[in-house]
């Protein structure tokens, strides 16, 4: 079956500039998270949806957002870029909520959205 | 909260083994994960253990849980050119991943 699907694959915005980035997780997955990859920082986790509810949210500015559809596709806002923005978003899913028990322990990730800011 | 501790860089010859170290903080992690990440691409997951479980073994890979001391490590048997790339330890705690730094492995032929 399909795995996660992430678009765009790249894109260049400019500061000030807003962006929304696509995730389509794999076919009968409710959970989709996302996470920031950095140089510097490494992978961080930004947020977990679960049936159109956020579960779990990360140490972000509230310029990060997201929201997650009926067919549990997601998507996630980023509003005002600035240039630490520029990063691998990797959006990741799951059966269940990785915030209670029951998640099998598999979460399978997309090969990203490159955004650089300029 | 949880920290996830990795070397940062291995190499090996091909055909030999590869042992990947990770430590951990948080005795409550649920699970722990091996992930691949090759230039360019996302995360490949190549298996996860269950925090109640010692050991894993998966073809070529094998992973060892050692609780009390909270170390993780990744065997790759008979190493190849293809399985170079960054290897990434995760604890899911609070329900979230928390990531080491990576592991780079460098497979010399």
């Known amino acids: 079956k399909a795995g996660v699907t992430q678009t765009p694959r790249y894109l260049i915005k400019t500061r000030g500039q807003q962006v929304t980035l696509s995730c389509s997780p794999i076919s009968g997955h409710r959970s989709v998270s996302w996470y920031q990859q950095t140089p510097g920082q490494g992978l961080q986790f930004l947020f977990e949806?679960?049936?159109?509810?956020?579960?779990n949210k990360g140490n972000f500015p509230g310029r990060f957002s997201g929201r997650q559809f009926s067919n549990s596709r997601s998507e996630m806002n980023v509003s005002t870029l600035e240039l630490g923005d520029s990063a691998l978003y990797l959006c990741?899913?799951?059966?269940?909520?990785?915030?209670?028990?029951?998640?099998?322990?598999?979460?399978?990730f997309g090969e990203g959205s490159r955004l650089t800011v300029l | 909260g949880e920290d996830v501790e990795q070397s940062l860089f291995l190499s090996v010859r091909e055909g030999d083994s590869s042992v990947i170290n990770c430590t951990y903080t948080?005795?409550?992690?649920?699970?722990l994960y091996w992930y691949k990440q090759e230039p360019g691409a996302g995360l490949q997951l190549l298996t996860y253990i269950f925090s109640n479980m010692d050991m894993k073994q998966d073809q070529r890979l094998t992973v060892l849980l050692n609780k009390k001391d909270k170390h993780l490590s990744l065997r790759i048997a008979d190493t190849q050119t293809g399985d170079s790339a960054i290897y990434f330890c995760?604890?899911?705690?609070?329900?979230?991943?928390?990531f080491g730094q990576g592991t780079t492995l460098q497979v010399k032929p």
């Open positions: 949806y679960f049936s159109e509810t956020q579960r």
């Open positions: 995760a604890a899911l705690n609070t329900g979230k991943l928390i």
């Open positions: 948080d005795s409550s992690s649920t699970y």
């Open positions: 990741a899913s799951s059966l269940y909520s990785n915030y209670r028990a029951g998640n099998t322990g598999e979460l399978f």
